[in-house]
């Protein structure tokens, strides 16, 4: 069952409940992330796609007592239940990616939070794989700086809003695109159906269906299929893992956290 008090222990945040400040939303952001990996089958597909008639109760026991992780379908929507019990002022958003147009048609696609903290917009995302930004972006024509990747939210003359990204060394890149507009969870019905469709016709046995992302202390780590790629610093590094024994440790590695510092060079 849903229990705020064992959510903030997993976060590494026993005892009282903190204040709904911008401290405390960056704090349980990052630590979200650090703590609980992007995993795709960490819910599991077997009984069928469910995005929007979620049980959110064996979703917490799975994703976040077991520390199995999930999409944003399971870890945003968790967040967005913690948040709301702790105080703040949450909606949901929709964003779309280039995968998601992709696959899916339909902008309608990724499940992220806009959280309001003393007057100010925040954007709040605890289920990208990323890379992306490790603490809340705030809703600003400023370029932001994070662990040394900048970010940046681009208007379009549509009303949609890009928000972008990039390293040391790396142009400008887009994380994904959304409209400022409160949506709700049966938005992403029409989403649901494309996505049973999807998975029905797709192959997993070459590890290509792979998607999973694991945050630490200064970047992130990425596997997409057999793409393995590190930001550390905003510095990006990215390879083919070719080996079928070292691609399934680095699955686990990244479900676990138990990373070599190899896997973070």
Request: with cysteine; proline share 3%; glycine share 10%.
């Amino acid at each position: 069952m849903f229990d705020v008090d064992a959510y903030l222990r997993r976060l590494g945040r026993p005892g009282q409940r903190p204040r709904p400040d911008l401290d405390t939303l960056r704090t349980l952001h990052k630590q979200h992330l650090m703590t609980l990996p992007y995993n795709v089958a960490g819910q599991g597909f077997a009984d069928g796609v469910h995005l929007v008639d979620v049980d959110e109760d064996e979703v917490f026991r799975t994703g976040v007592l077991e520390g199995l992780g999930g999409t944003c379908f399971q870890l945003n929507r968790l967040f967005f239940r913690l948040l709301s019990e702790l105080g703040y002022e949450v909606t949901l958003l929709a964003a779309s990616t280039a995968e998601g147009r992709e696959n899916f048609g339909t902008e309608i696609e990724h499940m992220f939070i806009r959280a309001v903290v003393e007057g100010q917009e925040w954007l709040v995302d605890v289920g990208y794989p990323g890379p992306s930004y490790l603490e809340p972006l705030r809703v600003s024509d400023q370029v932001q700086t994070q662990y040394g990747c900048q970010y940046r939210l681009v208007g379009a003359d549509d009303g949609a809003i890009a928000v972008q990204r990039r390293g040391r060394v790396t142009r400008w890149g887009t994380v994904y695109t959304f409209r400022p507009r409160a949506r709700q969870w049966h938005d992403w019905k029409e989403l649901e159906d494309r996505a049973r469709a999807h998975h029905a016709t797709a192959s997993q046995d070459d590890g290509q269906g792979i998607l999973c992302g694991r945050t630490f202390h200064n970047g992130q780590a990425v596997l997409k299929g057999r793409r393995y790629l590190v930001v550390r610093d905003g510095r990006e590094r990215v390879r083919t893992v070719v080996d079928d024994t070292e691609h399934r440790r680095l699955v686990t590695a990244l479900l676990t956290g138990d990373l070599d510092p190899g896997d973070l060079a």
